[in-house]
């Protein structure tokens, strides 16, 4: 039986060990379905709303199993769909192929139907992108693309023109150069490792300095025994960017948590506080966070070698896997019998805990986002795997979601887009099937893919859905005041009954204003069999501010509010009622 372009394709794909693609259909990829048709029983093809869905789906589903994630989409406008997922897989080093059509081959740039030339739109996203030529060149650039995206951790696109999908390998179109058979389904993922005198080099920075903070993120998530061996070490506390928050328990002695403005103020008085720094896997991207220059002596471990250096300046630069290299490094490091760094931190962490539970247990009206956060935390399973959206949902959590057994967490780090919650719970549940699965998204945020929660409901996927309902894009409200001293204009959103249409796609719909009925309703929700979503209509006026706030923040909030602020005198009540209960 011949086989068309198409059939190589999927073929190669499930030779790769690929058995997913989220996609969306459309008459330019046709050819490819007819083949993903014809080999169902070996690889699942994944329907979802909108194709940047398909693309976060894959990003996220790349990011809980460290496998390829791959998409599809028909060629023009499903093509230009993915592109906000996939910049997402690229910014956050994620392996995502994505597969697109094209138009008639020879049609392409005639101003025809769909003539979107992706291949070029895909230049900047892609590390490797390809307008794939015949049956004779499939498998070679199939292997290319995979081998670039497991290799550089970064997205690979192919494009096939809608008539070449169905074109056969009996065509004579072979060049001789072309010898069959050439190229190999082989990735050998092991990297480099850098030589005994730079290990020592930065074992003696390490050694010699009496203040060290780890800063240890997604880079070292399969790293947990080394990072904590070397906290214990270097008696200093491991500071986490929250692509690194599974990296070790939250109830760690050994980490202040997270860092930045959705961190705690004992990781940031560690960043301020520390004379070296050991940088394990992070591109932390926030560069006011770090060290200021000149204060800390720097050690950074890292894949990707042009990453060297990149958000602060390094004494020492570790090319490799952390897990490899942190492995060759504790053997040369020596524990400090000083402990006072690390006890420091851990006094201050214990403060910042008594607030967390102090903030996350308020029972008075209206719902306190952080409530709803905390107390989804103590319902969680230890094998959750918990998906953020961007906006003040992250830093709700961020800082009470408590990472312990084999929790996993991620969100759109770098991009820090909007509406990849849901899709990285697609992908989450399709590839983990019995573990429990959440996606913490505000109502803007969610909005974005809505129809997501159709996908839940055609394949079962038990994802529950928590929305925090505060009729406001509220992150950028808060930035609007906070960093840029302006009232809020044009972040205020139609209210929508999301339980109703939860019900409505055949999901379980659940709704809750009352603090008291937070813990009952989320594990009805958790309980219910199938997807779910609770909408937690919460205070609009709950500031997320930064764990240690600036004087110039404060100075600008103060200005916005002046300037007229609408309901200006709620929101400085509720800010000074979190201080107070700071201070108290
Ligand atoms: C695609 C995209 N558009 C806009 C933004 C800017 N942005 C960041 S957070 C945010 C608000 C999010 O609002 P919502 O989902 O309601 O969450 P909330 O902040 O209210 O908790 C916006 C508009 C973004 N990050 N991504
Ligand atoms: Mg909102």
Redesign the pocket.
């Known amino acids: 039986m011949s086989h068309t372009t198409a059939d190589l394709l999927v073929e190669r794909l499930v030779a790769w060990g690929v058995d997913t693609i989220f996609g969306f259909p459309g008459d330019g990829i046709n050819g490819i379905f007819e083949a993903l048709r014809t080999h169902q029983d070996t690889v699942r093809f994944i329907q979802v709303r909108h194709e940047e869905a398909a693309a976060f789906a894959a990003c996220g589903y790349a990011k809980y199993t460290g496998r390829l994630g791959v998409c599809l989409a028909t060629s023009g406008p499903g093509g230009i769909h993915l592109l906000?997922g996939l910049y997402d897989a690229k910014c956050d080093g994620q392996p995502v192929l994505a597969i697109t059509g094209h138009t008639f081959h020879d049609l392409i740039g005639t101003h025809s139907q769909q003539d979107v030339d992706l291949g070029r739109l895909f230049m900047d996203v892609a590390a490797y992108s390809e307008r794939v030529m015949g049956p004779a060149h499939v498998i070679n650039v199939v292997d290319t693309a995979v081998k670039t995206a497991l290799g550089r951790r970064t997205v690979a696109h192919l494009t096939i023109p809608k008539d070449v999908q169905e074109w056969t390998s009996g065509d004579e179109s072979r060049s001789a150069a072309n010898v069959p058979g050439h190229s190999a389904d082989v990735f050998e993922g092991d990297w480099p490792m850098p030589s005994m005198s730079r290990l020592k080099a930065a074992a003696d920075l390490l050694n010699a300095g009496s203040r060290v903070a780890i800063l240890a993120g997604r880079g070292c998530l399969g790293a947990r025994a080394e990072v904590l061996e070397m906290a214990d070490k270097v008696g200093g506390p491991i500071v986490k960017p929250l692509l690194g928050k599974g990296v070790v328990a939250d109830d760690s002695l050994f980490t202040t948590g997270g860092v930045g403005l959705l961190g705690t103020a004992p990781s940031q008085d560690a960043m301020e506080e520390c004379d070296t720094l050991l940088i394990a896997g992070s591109s932390f991207p926030y560069l006011e966070f770090y060290p200021k220059p000149g204060q800390a002596r720097t050690i950074q471990i890292e894949i990707d070698a042009t990453r060297t250096g990149l958000r602060h300046a390094v004494d020492v630069g570790l090319v490799g896997d952390c897990r490899d290299v942190l492995g060759a490094l504790l053997p040369l490091v020596a524990r400090k019998s000083d402990r006072s760094f690390l006890e420091k931190a851990q006094e201050r962490m214990k403060r910042w805990n008594t607030l967390m539970e102090l903030r996350g247990t308020r029972t008075d009206l209206p719902l306190k986002p952080q409530v709803v956060a905390h107390q989804l935390n103590a319902l969680l399973r230890d094998d959750a795997i918990v998906s953020a959206?961007?906006?003040?949902?992250a830093t709700w959590a961020a800082r009470h979601i408590q990472m312990r057994g084999t929790m996993q967490f991620s969100l759109s780090g770098t991009l820090?887009?909007?509406?990849n919650a849901v899709p990285y719970g697609i992908g989450a549940a399709i590839a983990y099937p019995g573990r429990q699965v959440v996606s913490i998204?505000?109502?803007?945020?969610?909005t974005?893919l809505m129809g997501e929660v159709a996908t839940l409901v055609k394949y079962a996927l038990p994802v529950k859905v928590i929305i925090?309902k505060?009729d406001?894009?509220?992150?950028?409200k808060w930035e609007q005041m906070v960093l840029g001293g302006t009232p809020q204009f044009g972040v205020q959103?139609q209210p929508i009954d999301f339980a109703a249409y939860a019900r409505a796609c055949g999901a379980g719909g659940f709704t809750v204003s009352d603090p008291a009925e937070v813990a009952s309703t989320l594990r009805q929700a958790l309980d219910y069999p199938g997807p779910a979503i609770v909408e937690a209509v919460v205070d609009s006026n709950e500031p997320p501010l930064p764990g240690k706030i600036t004087t110039d923040q404060a100075w600008n909030f103060t200005e916005a509010l002046v300037k007229g602020e609408r309901g200006g005198w709620e929101i400085f009540k509720t800010v000074l009622e979190n201080k107070i209960r700071e201070v108290v």
């Open positions: 906000n959206d961007s906006g003040t949902i820090a887009t909007m509406g998204v505000g109502d803007g945020g969610f974005m925090f505060n406001v894009l509220g992150m950028i959103l």
